[in-house]
C-alpha cells in the first residue's frame, strides 16, 4: 500500500520574488540584445524567459485542512499539506485533496432483520481523509468508496440484530441505539482504513418496518403493550387481596373458612382487574344466605 510522505516544499513568497526579478533581468537582456543586434544574448535571454513561465507553474496555494499530492511521471513524490503559498518542481502533478469533514446520509436500505422481518434503516456517516496517499492511489473514487462501503456494512447490521428485543438481555436495532451505532462505527472503520479514511461519527438515522408489515407490527406491539400492562395490573391486584385478607384476620373482624376465602379473592380480583366500574350486590340476609 502506498502511505503518506509528508513533503516540505519551497515558500512560494521568496519564490515568486525571485522569478519576478529573474524576469525583469530577462527582458533587459532581451531588450539590450535586440538593440545591439547580439544574437546570442537574445537567445540566452529569450531561453531563460521560457524556463522562467515553466517555473511559474510550480506555485500552488494551499487552504487550511487541503493537501497537495505530488506525483512525477507517474511517481509519488509526497505530499504537501501546510497551509500557505508554496513552490514545487513544475513538472510534478498537483492534485488537490481535501481534509476536511463530511458527512452524508445513506439511502433508506430495505433489509430482513435477524428475524428476517423487512425493515427501513438508514444512516450518517461523519468521516475525513487522514492518509492523502492511500485516498488517492488505493481506491478509484473515494467518496464512491465511503458510500457503497457504508450502506454495505448496515445492511450487515441490520442482518445481525432484531428489530425488537424479546428477552431482557437481547441487544435489539430499536432498543439499543447505542451499541448497534458503535458496532457499526467498528465496522465502517475497519472497512474506511483501506482507503486512509477516519470516521468521525456514526448513528442510525431512521429505522422502521417496511409498509407492507408496519401495520401488523403496531398490532403486535400494542398487543405485547396489552399483556405487559395487565401483567402489572394482576401483580398488584394480587398484592392487594394479599393485604386485605391479613387485614381483616389479624384485626378479627371476620374468621373465614377456605370457600369464603376464595369467594372473597375472585370479588376482589373481579373488582381490581376488571375494565369497568363494578356493580355491587348488597346482602341483606347472613354471609351463607
Request: aromatic share 6%; proline share 3%.
Amino acid at each position: 500500500m502506498t502511505r503518506e510522505t509528508v513533503r516540505r516544499a519551497l515558500p512560494g513568497i521568496p519564490m515568486l520574488l525571485a522569478l519576478i526579478g529573474a524576469t525583469l533581468a530577462a527582458g533587459w537582456l532581451f531588450y539590450r540584445g535586440a538593440r545591439a543586434h547580439d544574437g546570442w544574448l537574445v537567445a540566452g535571454s529569450a531561453l531563460l524567459l521560457v524556463t522562467l513561465a515553466v517555473a511559474y507553474g510550480g506555485f500552488t496555494s494551499i487552504e487550511p485542512n487541503d493537501a497537495r499530492v505530488l506525483t512525477l511521471f507517474g511517481d509519488y513524490k509526497g505530499s504537501v499539506k501546510a497551509p500557505g503559498l508554496w513552490w514545487v518542481n513544475p513538472f510534478m502533478q498537483k492534485k488537490k485533496v481535501t481534509q476536511r469533514v463530511r458527512n452524508f446520509e445513506t439511502a433508506k436500505l430495505k433489509v430482513n432483520d435477524r428475524n428476517s422481518n423487512p425493515v427501513e434503516i438508514a444512516a450518517i456517516v461523519v468521516w475525513r481523509i487522514v492518509d492523502t496517499a492511500e485516498a488517492t492511489f488505493e481506491v478509484e473514487n473515494v467518496e464512491h468508496y465511503v458510500k457503497v462501503q457504508a450502506e454495505a456494512a448496515l445492511r450487515a447490521l441490520a442482518s445481525k440484530y432484531p428489530y425488537d428485543a424479546h428477552a431482557p438481555s437481547e441487544v435489539a436495532l430499536a432498543t439499543h441505539q447505542e451499541e448497534v451505532s458503535h458496532e457499526l462505527q467498528q465496522e465502517l472503520v475497519a472497512r474506511f482504513s483501506k482507503a486512509g479514511v477516519e470516521v468521525v461519527e456514526s448513528r442510525v438515522s431512521h429505522l422502521a418496518y417496511s409498509p407492507e408489515i408496519a401495520a401488523v407490527m403496531l398490532q403486535r406491539q400494542q398487543a405485547a403493550a396489552v399483556v405487559a400492562a395487565r401483567q402489572t395490573i394482576v401483580e398488584g391486584a394480587v398484592g392487594m387481596v394479599d393485604m386485605a385478607l391479613e387485614m381483616v384476620e389479624s384485626r378479627g373482624m371476620a374468621k373465614l373458612d377456605e370457600e369464603r376465602r376464595a369467594a372473597m379473592i375472585s370479588n376482589l380480583l373481579v373488582v381490581l382487574c376488571g375494565d369497568r366500574g363494578t356493580q355491587p350486590v348488597v346482602n341483606a340476609g347472613t354471609i351463607y344466605q
